[in-house]
């Protein structure tokens, strides 16, 4: 298994560009998410998916769009890009959002808008 | 969701047992402790995780309190590879958003030779 898979690895953006994070996961898991990670801070949730077809709003949604097609992908998407968008972009998957279960989390996208 | 209070750094010699303290004063009684690390620049990892028996795993060890209300994560022969932010995070039942993790700054550890 590859585990949580994240494209592209780094990307500068102009500010008002879109662009989208990849996300794949080959473990069949049913919870995804996504996560900011800014200098010195921990962790914000931004969007999560409990399963294909359903999304919803964490911490810091607002700037960002996602949807869940299929079970293996959760895109995000930027519509236009803020430099106040510039972070480290951290995707996470597990089988379920129980507290048994632990989550996977990809090795980040790094965005810089300019 | 209870919060957690962790010290922003502690430093450890190589070798020795690391213990990295949380404070959970107000967990509920069906909420779990999870540790997780990042090492810089990567995603987090899971370590270990507990409701209120002490846990062990191949990583490391988890004590909690009695009253549930302070954990320790202990490494047990701390090496440089360990140098990492050890995040304590209380968890939520299973279930829509209550199955989403919170971190909050965690504690960054320094193995020092």
């Known amino acids: 298994n590859a585990g949580v898979t994240q494209t592209p690895k780094f990307q500068v953006l102009k500010t008002g560009q879109s662009m989208t994070l990849q996300c794949a996961q080959d473990m069949n898991h049913e919870y995804m998410s996504w996560y900011r990670q800014d200098p010195g801070m921990g962790l914000r949730l931004i969007h999560y998916?409990?399963?294909?077809?359903?999304?919803d709003q964490g911490e810091v949604p607002n700037g960002y769009n996602v949807s869940r097609s299929t079970t293996e992908d959760f895109p995000l998407r930027l519509l236009s890009a803020a430099p106040s968008q510039t972070s480290v972009y951290f995707c996470a998957s597990s089988y379920g959002t129980s507290r048994r279960e632990t989550q996977y989390f990809g090795p980040g996208t790094r965005l810089l808008v300019l | 969701d209870a919060k957690t209070t962790q010290p922003p750094s502690m430093d450890c010699a190589e070798g020795r047992a690391a213990n990295l303290p949380c404070n959970h004063s107000t967990i509920s009684g069906n909420e779990y402790v999870y540790w997780y690390r990042q090492i810089h620049s990567q995603g987090p990892q899971y370590i270990i995780h507990?409701?209120?028996n002490n846990e062990t795993n191949e990583m490391a060890s988890l004590i909690i309190t009695e009253d549930r209300k302070s954990s320790t994560l202990i490494l047990p022969h701390a090496t440089l590879r360990d140098t990492a932010v050890y995040y304590c995070?209380?968890?939520?039942?299973?279930?829509?958003?209550?199955?989403?993790?919170?971190f909050g700054k965690g504690t960054k550890l320094s193995v020092k030779p």
């Open positions: 998916s409990v399963g294909a077809g359903i999304t």
């Open positions: 995070i209380v968890r939520v039942t299973y279930g829509g958003s209550q199955g989403n993790l919170i």
């Open positions: 507990g409701l209120k």
